[in-house]
């Protein structure tokens, strides 16, 4: 099994929340994609974007892949949720690696 992570931002970039039904489409995603997922709840986090720290508040998705195939699925779906979520990045884990993916 292979450990994935994704933190995804409650609101969008101009501080509007996200739908109910956004995060079920997310959710069914998961669901779909890789049977199943762990909802971490709430994180809050910040980070340096040059003159301004932002700091923000995300839900942690905790997502097992049966195998390293599926490597590629998960990394789909992040980026499907980066455009859905209107984040400029997103903050990603597989198997314990960090990665932001950004524009």
Request: avoid cysteine; charge should be negative.
């Amino acid at each position: 099994m292979i450990k994935t992570l994704l933190l995804v931002p409650i609101r969008d970039n101009d501080g509007r929340p996200f739908s109910p039904e956004d995060w079920k489409e997310l959710e069914q995603k998961l669901l779909r994609n890789f049977g199943g997922f762990t909802d971490g709840g709430l994180v809050r986090g910040a980070w340096n974007g040059g003159d301004t720290v932002y700091r923000d508040t995300n839900r942690r998705f905790e997502v097992a892949l049966d195998s390293w195939t599926k490597a590629p699925q998960f990394l789909d779906l992040a980026h499907w949720t980066r455009t859905h979520f209107r984040q400029a990045a997103l903050y990603i884990e597989v198997a314990g690696i960090p990665e932001i993916l950004g524009e």
